[in-house]
């Protein structure tokens, strides 16, 4: 019987990078195969079932609610690079060939 259900309800996610040993990331991969789940789900779920029982840590999180998880970095394009992208939206169409016919024409 697997100790990870399968998903039962959404959750808001958030992306997290991280390294594992290869010997993790193959039963990790496996383990998902055998519940049919993703990955995510998986890493997920073991973080909610295995630390829900590491009873000093609930009492230490109790005592220490706020946000641990480091702040969010959105990257937004550098204002020159907007700037050139909507200069070169709104110019009109140029094809190949035309920048060669002006030439020509002079």
């Given at each position: 019987?697997?100790v990870i259900k399968p998903r039962?309800?959404?959750?808001?996610?958030?992306?997290?990078?991280?390294?594992?040993?290869?010997?993790?990331?193959?039963?990790?991969?496996a383990y998902a195969a055998f519940?049919?789940?993703?990955?995510?789900?998986?890493?997920?779920?073991?973080?909610?079932?295995?630390?829900?029982?590491?009873?000093?840590?609930?009492?230490?999180?109790?005592?220490?609610?706020?946000?641990?998880?480091?702040?969010?970095?959105?990257?937004?394009?550098?204002?020159?690079?907007?700037?050139?992208?909507?200069?070169?939206?709104?110019?009109?169409?140029?094809?190949?060939?035309?920048?060669?016919?002006?030439?020509?024409?002079?």
């Amino acid at each position: 019987m697997p100790v990870i259900k399968p998903r039962t309800r959404g959750k808001h996610l958030v992306e997290h990078r991280t390294r594992l040993d290869r010997d993790n990331h193959e039963t990790l991969y496996a383990y998902a195969a055998f519940v049919e789940e993703e990955p995510d789900y998986v890493i997920n779920q073991l973080v909610e079932t295995v630390l829900a029982k590491d009873k000093e840590f609930l009492s230490w999180r109790a005592a220490h609610p706020h946000s641990h998880a480091p702040h969010r970095v959105v990257k937004t394009q550098h204002s020159s690079r907007v700037a050139f992208a909507r200069r070169r939206s709104s110019s009109p169409a140029v094809s190949p060939d035309s920048s060669v016919r002006a030439l020509s024409d002079r």
